[in-house]
Nanobody
Framework: QVQLRESGGGLVQAGGSLRLSCTLS????????MGWYRQVPGKEREMVAI???????NYADSVKGRFTISRDNRDNTVYLQMNNLKPEDTGVYYC???????????WGQGIQVTVSS
C-alpha cells in the first residue's frame, strides 16, 4: 500500500521560512516523480514544485527564487524549503508522487501552511 506522510506545516509570519517533508512508502522512491501542490478554498489545486527521477526541478512562477524542492533517495523523502513566505502562499499543501513510466499517482492527505501578514 502506497503512503505519503507529510510534516512541517504550520503558522509563520510573512518573510519567514518553513520546510515541508514527505516520506513515501510502498513504492520504490527512485522510480517516482515527486512534487508539492497547494490548494486554497474556491480554487483548483496548483503545482508548486516538482522534482523528477533525474533530479530535474520545475517551479511555479510565483515561488521561483523562494522555494526549493529536493529529494533524498536514501530516506525516501522529498522536501520543500520555503523562504520569504508571503500571505498568498497560504493553503493546504499536498505531497504528490507519480511512478515512472506507469504514471500511477498518489496524493498525501495535505498539510496546512498559514502565512500571516
Amino acid at each position: 500500500q502506497v503512503q505519503l506522510r507529510e510534516s512541517g506545516g504550520g503558522l509563520v509570519q510573512a518573510g519567514g521560512s518553513l520546510r515541508l517533508s514527505c516520506t513515501l512508502s510502498g513504492s520504490r522512491f527512485r522510480l517516482n516523480r515527486m512534487g508539492w501542490y497547494r490548494q486554497v478554498p474556491g480554487k483548483e489545486r496548483e503545482m508548486v514544485a516538482i522534482v523528477n527521477t533525474g533530479n530535474a526541478e520545475n517551479y511555479a512562477d510565483s515561488v521561483k527564487g523562494r522555494f526549493t524542492i529536493s529529494r533524498d533517495n536514501r530516506d525516501n523523502t522529498v522536501y520543500l524549503q520555503m523562504n520569504n513566505l508571503k500571505p498568498e502562499d497560504t493553503g493546504v499543501y499536498y505531497c504528490y508522487r507519480q511512478l515512472i513510466p506507469e504514471r500511477l499517482e498518489s496524493w498525501g492527505q495535505g498539510i496546512q501552511v498559514t502565512v500571516s501578514s
